[in-house]
T-cell receptor
Framework: DGGITQSPKYLFRKEGQNVTLSCEQN?????MYWYRQDPGQGLRLIYY???????QKGDIAEGYSVSREKKESFPLTVTSAQKNPTAFYLC???????????FGEGSRLTVL | KQEVTQIPAALSVPEGENLVLNCSFT??????LQWFRQDPGKGLTSLLL???SQREQTSGRLNASLDKSSGRSTLYIAASQPGDSATYLC????????????WGAGTKLIIKP
Protein backbone atom coordinates (compact mmCIF):
# COMPACT_ATOMS: atom_id res chain seq x y z
CA ASP A 1 0.00 0.00 0.00
CA GLY A 2 1.17 3.50 -0.74
CA GLY A 3 1.66 5.78 2.19
CA ILE A 4 3.88 7.18 4.90
CA THR A 5 5.31 5.01 7.67
CA GLN A 6 6.55 6.48 10.92
CA SER A 7 8.37 4.51 13.57
CA PRO A 8 8.41 3.96 16.42
CA LYS A 9 4.84 4.81 17.37
CA TYR A 10 5.82 5.32 21.02
CA LEU A 11 9.26 6.23 22.33
CA PHE A 12 10.58 6.97 25.80
CA ARG A 13 13.80 8.85 26.32
CA LYS A 14 15.88 9.77 29.29
CA GLU A 15 17.04 13.34 29.58
CA GLY A 16 20.34 13.91 27.80
CA GLN A 17 19.76 11.24 25.15
CA ASN A 18 19.37 11.76 21.42
CA VAL A 19 16.62 9.84 19.66
CA THR A 20 15.84 9.40 15.97
CA LEU A 21 12.34 9.13 14.54
CA SER A 22 11.97 7.38 11.22
CA CYS A 23 9.77 8.52 8.32
CA GLU A 24 9.53 6.58 5.05
CA GLN A 25 7.23 7.27 2.11
CA ASN A 26 6.52 5.31 -1.07
CA UNK A 27 4.37 7.97 -2.72
CA UNK A 28 7.27 9.28 -4.84
CA UNK A 29 6.78 12.73 -3.32
CA UNK A 30 9.54 15.29 -3.58
CA UNK A 31 8.65 17.25 -0.44
CA MET A 32 8.71 15.93 3.12
CA TYR A 33 7.95 17.66 6.40
CA TRP A 34 8.25 17.21 10.16
CA TYR A 35 5.70 18.79 12.47
CA ARG A 36 5.32 18.90 16.21
CA GLN A 37 1.89 18.83 17.82
CA ASP A 38 1.19 19.88 21.40
CA PRO A 39 -2.25 19.80 23.07
CA GLY A 40 -4.45 22.77 22.17
CA GLN A 41 -2.00 24.17 19.64
CA GLY A 42 -1.76 24.11 15.89
CA LEU A 43 0.93 22.08 14.19
CA ARG A 44 4.36 23.68 14.19
CA LEU A 45 6.89 23.06 11.44
CA ILE A 46 10.28 21.73 12.52
CA TYR A 47 12.06 21.02 9.22
CA TYR A 48 11.11 20.46 5.62
CA UNK A 49 12.82 19.18 2.51
CA UNK A 50 11.74 19.86 -1.06
CA UNK A 51 14.43 17.77 -2.74
CA UNK A 52 17.00 15.13 -1.90
CA UNK A 53 20.12 16.42 -0.12
CA UNK A 54 18.46 19.70 0.76
CA UNK A 55 16.35 20.78 3.74
CA GLN A 56 15.23 23.97 5.42
CA LYS A 57 14.55 24.99 9.01
CA GLY A 58 10.97 25.56 10.03
CA ASP A 59 9.66 27.66 12.88
CA ILE A 60 11.01 25.51 15.73
CA ALA A 61 14.18 23.83 14.42
CA GLU A 62 16.33 24.42 17.51
CA GLY A 63 17.29 21.14 19.16
CA TYR A 64 16.37 19.04 16.11
CA SER A 65 18.30 17.76 13.11
CA VAL A 66 17.34 15.99 9.88
CA SER A 67 18.86 14.40 6.80
CA ARG A 68 17.49 13.69 3.32
CA GLU A 69 19.86 11.25 1.67
CA LYS A 70 17.11 9.38 -0.14
CA LYS A 71 13.87 10.60 -1.67
CA GLU A 72 11.78 8.20 0.36
CA SER A 73 13.37 8.83 3.78
CA PHE A 74 13.45 11.85 6.09
CA PRO A 75 14.56 10.93 9.63
CA LEU A 76 14.31 13.40 12.50
CA THR A 77 16.76 13.42 15.41
CA VAL A 78 15.63 14.98 18.66
CA THR A 79 18.81 16.04 20.40
CA SER A 80 19.52 16.65 24.07
CA ALA A 81 19.52 20.37 23.24
CA GLN A 82 15.74 20.30 22.77
CA LYS A 83 14.47 21.60 26.12
CA ASN A 84 10.93 20.30 25.98
CA PRO A 85 10.85 17.33 23.61
CA THR A 86 7.78 15.52 24.95
CA ALA A 87 5.26 15.83 22.10
CA PHE A 88 3.51 14.10 19.22
CA TYR A 89 5.61 14.21 16.04
CA LEU A 90 4.05 14.02 12.59
CA CYS A 91 5.76 13.40 9.28
CA UNK A 92 4.13 14.43 6.01
CA UNK A 93 4.88 14.40 2.31
CA UNK A 94 3.52 16.19 -0.73
CA UNK A 95 4.10 16.54 -4.43
CA UNK A 96 5.36 20.02 -5.12
CA UNK A 97 5.03 23.30 -3.28
CA UNK A 98 1.55 24.00 -1.99
CA UNK A 99 0.31 20.53 -2.85
CA UNK A 100 -1.94 18.29 -0.83
CA UNK A 101 -0.20 16.85 2.21
CA UNK A 102 -0.30 13.23 3.32
CA PHE A 103 0.57 12.32 6.89
CA GLY A 104 1.97 9.36 8.75
CA GLU A 105 0.39 7.98 11.92
CA GLY A 106 2.71 9.93 14.20
CA SER A 107 5.30 9.16 16.86
CA ARG A 108 4.73 10.02 20.50
CA LEU A 109 7.93 10.88 22.36
CA THR A 110 7.99 11.04 26.14
CA VAL A 111 11.00 12.21 28.11
CA LEU A 112 11.32 10.57 31.48
CA LYS B 1 1.92 37.66 9.90
CA GLN B 2 -0.80 35.20 8.90
CA GLU B 3 -2.90 33.80 11.72
CA VAL B 4 -5.48 31.05 11.42
CA THR B 5 -8.30 30.72 13.93
CA GLN B 6 -10.88 28.00 14.38
CA ILE B 7 -13.90 28.71 16.55
CA PRO B 8 -15.36 26.95 18.46
CA ALA B 9 -12.61 24.77 19.92
CA ALA B 10 -15.18 22.04 20.56
CA LEU B 11 -18.64 21.23 19.28
CA SER B 12 -21.14 18.53 20.21
CA VAL B 13 -24.23 17.83 18.09
CA PRO B 14 -26.80 15.02 17.78
CA GLU B 15 -26.45 12.48 15.00
CA GLY B 16 -28.14 13.42 11.75
CA GLU B 17 -27.70 17.17 12.02
CA ASN B 18 -26.04 19.26 9.36
CA LEU B 19 -23.22 21.35 10.78
CA VAL B 20 -20.67 23.99 9.87
CA LEU B 21 -17.10 24.32 11.08
CA ASN B 22 -15.38 27.68 10.76
CA CYS B 23 -11.87 28.74 9.82
CA SER B 24 -10.71 32.34 9.60
CA PHE B 25 -7.42 33.81 8.44
CA THR B 26 -6.01 37.30 8.71
CA UNK B 27 -4.27 37.76 5.34
CA UNK B 28 -6.28 37.12 2.19
CA UNK B 29 -3.15 36.56 0.03
CA UNK B 30 -3.28 32.79 0.33
CA UNK B 31 -2.27 30.15 -2.23
CA UNK B 32 -4.70 27.51 -1.03
CA LEU B 33 -6.56 26.25 2.02
CA GLN B 34 -6.76 22.67 3.22
CA TRP B 35 -9.09 20.90 5.63
CA PHE B 36 -7.88 17.85 7.55
CA ARG B 37 -9.36 15.37 9.96
CA GLN B 38 -7.47 13.89 12.92
CA ASP B 39 -8.66 10.96 15.03
CA PRO B 40 -7.29 10.70 18.60
CA GLY B 41 -3.65 9.65 18.67
CA LYS B 42 -3.50 9.38 14.89
CA GLY B 43 -2.08 11.28 11.96
CA LEU B 44 -4.01 13.73 9.79
CA THR B 45 -6.15 12.82 6.81
CA SER B 46 -6.61 15.33 4.02
CA LEU B 47 -10.30 16.06 3.35
CA LEU B 48 -10.44 18.91 0.89
CA LEU B 49 -8.05 21.35 -0.75
CA UNK B 50 -9.36 24.64 -2.16
CA UNK B 51 -7.18 26.71 -4.45
CA UNK B 52 -7.30 30.47 -4.01
CA SER B 53 -9.17 30.82 -7.31
CA GLN B 54 -11.93 28.43 -6.22
CA ARG B 55 -15.03 29.14 -4.16
CA GLU B 56 -15.82 25.62 -2.99
CA GLN B 57 -14.95 21.96 -3.13
CA THR B 58 -17.12 18.93 -2.44
CA SER B 59 -16.39 15.36 -1.42
CA GLY B 60 -19.29 13.15 -0.47
CA ARG B 61 -21.09 14.68 2.53
CA LEU B 62 -18.43 17.36 2.91
CA ASN B 63 -18.44 20.78 1.28
CA ALA B 64 -15.79 23.40 1.88
CA SER B 65 -16.20 27.02 0.86
CA LEU B 66 -13.65 29.80 0.61
CA ASP B 67 -14.20 33.56 0.80
CA LYS B 68 -10.79 35.17 0.54
CA SER B 69 -12.06 38.74 0.81
CA SER B 70 -13.53 38.09 4.23
CA GLY B 71 -10.78 35.68 5.29
CA ARG B 72 -13.13 32.80 5.94
CA SER B 73 -13.62 29.16 5.06
CA THR B 74 -16.37 26.85 6.22
CA LEU B 75 -16.57 23.07 6.24
CA TYR B 76 -20.15 21.85 5.92
CA ILE B 77 -20.90 18.30 7.02
CA ALA B 78 -24.28 16.94 5.95
CA ALA B 79 -26.23 14.32 7.87
CA SER B 80 -23.57 13.89 10.56
CA GLN B 81 -22.70 10.41 11.84
CA PRO B 82 -20.89 9.22 15.00
CA GLY B 83 -17.97 8.23 12.75
CA ASP B 84 -17.50 11.92 11.91
CA SER B 85 -16.33 12.52 15.48
CA ALA B 86 -12.77 13.80 15.25
CA THR B 87 -10.73 16.99 15.36
CA TYR B 88 -10.94 19.05 12.19
CA LEU B 89 -8.03 21.32 11.29
CA CYS B 90 -7.66 23.91 8.58
CA UNK B 91 -4.42 25.29 7.20
CA UNK B 92 -3.51 27.94 4.64
CA UNK B 93 -0.44 28.18 2.44
CA UNK B 94 1.10 31.36 1.14
CA UNK B 95 3.45 32.05 -1.74
CA UNK B 96 5.46 34.49 0.38
CA UNK B 97 6.07 31.81 3.00
CA UNK B 98 7.38 29.33 0.44
CA UNK B 99 4.00 27.58 0.49
CA UNK B 100 4.41 26.43 4.07
CA UNK B 101 1.17 25.74 5.89
CA UNK B 102 -0.08 27.93 8.72
CA TRP B 103 -2.38 25.94 10.97
CA GLY B 104 -5.44 26.54 13.06
CA ALA B 105 -5.67 24.79 16.44
CA GLY B 106 -8.65 22.71 15.33
CA THR B 107 -12.27 22.10 16.28
CA LYS B 108 -13.01 18.92 18.22
CA LEU B 109 -16.32 17.54 16.95
CA ILE B 110 -18.43 15.03 18.85
CA ILE B 111 -21.47 13.49 17.18
CA LYS B 112 -23.83 12.01 19.77
CA PRO B 113 -25.73 8.85 18.72
Amino acid sequence: DGGITQSPKYLFRKEGQNVTLSCEQNLNHDAMYWYRQDPGQGLRLIYYSQIVNDFQKGDIAEGYSVSREKKESFPLTVTSAQKNPTAFYLCASGQGAGGELFFGEGSRLTVL
Amino acid sequence: KQEVTQIPAALSVPEGENLVLNCSFTDSAIYNLQWFRQDPGKGLTSLLLIQSSQREQTSGRLNASLDKSSGRSTLYIAASQPGDSATYLCAVSEVDSNYQLIWGAGTKLIIKP
